[in-house]
Structure formats: C-alpha cells, structure tokens
C-alpha cells in the first residue's frame, strides 16, 4: 500500500480533481462551484494522505500551527485575491478596455481548454519564475516572501502562508495579463483547480516520489530544497506549477543522496502569528537574526 501511494497518490488525486471539475461543468453547475469544490476535495483527500502515510512524522502539525495557517488560507489566498480582483484587476481591465489598449485576438480561445490552459500555466510560470527569483535575490522583496519561508515543517495547509504584499504581486503578473488577452473563465476554472491541488501536494507531507516527472512538475521532492534553511539549496526549484523554466535558467536542484535537513529561516525565533506577520517584514533583518525588542 505504502508504494503505491508513494507512486500513485500525486497522479491520482490530481486527476480525479480535474475529473470531477469536468462532471460538475457537465452538470452545469456553474464555474465557481465546479472550481472550488475539486480544490476543497483534493485539500481533503491530500491531509488524509498526510495523516496516514506521513514523509516525517516532526513535521506534523499542532493546533497552534493549524489555527494560524487557517487565517492565512481564508483572508490571504480566499479573501484577499477577490478584494484584489474586483477593485484593481477588473477595474484596470474595464479602464484598459475602454481606452482600446485590450489585446483583443491574441489569445487562441479557438484552442481547446486544457490546451489553453496549459499554455497559460507555462506562460504564468515563466513570469512567476523570475518574480520569485527576485524575491530571493533583492532585500526589499525577499523580506515580505520569507514569511513564507518561515514554517520550520511543510504540510499541505501551510502553502498558503504568503504575505499580502507578495501575493498581491503574484496576481497582477500571473492573474491580470491573462484577463486583458481575453483568457475564458474555463480555462482559468480548470487552472485555478491544477494549480491548487498541486500547490497543496508541493508542500504536503506525505511519502511521495514524483519520478520522471521532478523533470516535468514542481512537486513536493524539489519544494523542499527551497524551504531549506540553507541559503545555497533554497536558492532553487522557483517553479510554481512547473520546473522546467528552472531547468532552462539552471536553478533546477534534486541531490538525490541526501534528503533535505531544516527548513525556514535563519531566525529560529521570527514571529510565526498571522498579526505579528503583518508587519516583521517592515524590521530590516528580521529574518537574519533575533531582533531586540
């Protein structure tokens, strides 16, 4: 059994999330309902899998842990995106439009939807790739991206530990270029739906091995190099959905004879609070070293 979630658990649950997004369509439920509801299945099916066949068992999460990466999956990856969404992104579009500077035909809407969509996760990976780079490489950024590095474990809830600011740069540039070229709200549906169902398996604890496709997808065995508290090992594997633009600018790494050893940052004592994290990335250094208070 545990092999054959080892091999088995990733390409599974992936796909019967994609499946069930295309039975709820059929059923013409509607495209936030056929959109949402695979990605709450797929959380759930993704902590079973941790809870029973864990890759670490130190890395399972206590109450603390869980209620504050709660908060930051409701009000950072729930809330957030759609205040972001309806009074900056489809604002500018409406704006954008008006004035005649929509890309109009540049899309292929004429493309079928997974064709479509997966043309778009290699174009948005390819933009967030260099975004996350960035944000690894340049001080002013890298202070509000560490408190997603900050967790000392992974598990599939703590994906969504990101600060505002950092994930308000992610959706202009992966979100608002893709509504001015006119991208249907199929394809984003059936996106949202792979991204969210992989994003939960990259930081899972769970004993999987990904294969050939550490070549193909940024899965949990390369996520875990960039949660290191290594600088040298996190500075790889920036793919979001993919790893194959990190193959291309040679920041791909996966030492195969080892395994990964702590994660986080430097500073073993940074605040771990949704409040507290509000506003540690406003102390220069914080992620260094323990600041006096």
Known sequence: ???????????????FGVGLHELLLWYHVGIPIATYLPVIVGAVMVAGLEWTFPY????????DEWAQDAIFMVLVQGVFPK?????VLFSLSTVLHAQDFMVEGLWPTHWPVPIQMLFMMVVADGVRYWLHRRAHEWEPLWRFHAVHHSP?????LNVGRFHPIDKGLQLCLDTLPFLLVGVGEEV????????AINGFFQHCNIDLRLGALNYLISGPELHRWHHSMVKQESN???GNNLIIWDLVFGTWYWPKEREVQELGLVN???PSS???????PLIPGADKQLVEQ
């Open 188 to 195: 984003l549906g059936l996106y949202i739906v792979c991204y």
């Open 1 to 15: 059994m545990n092999l054959i979630v080892r091999y088995g658990a990733y390409p599974f649950v992936l796909a």
């Open 83 to 87: 205040l972001v969404s309806a009074t």
């Open 268 to 270: 073993r004592a940074y």
């Open 152 to 156: 000392h474990k992974l598990y599939w």
């Open 56 to 63: 670490r068992q130190q890395w399972r999460a206590e109450h």
């Open 236 to 238: 790889h594997n920036y």
């Open 274 to 280: 949704f409040f507290e994290q509000m506003t540690t």
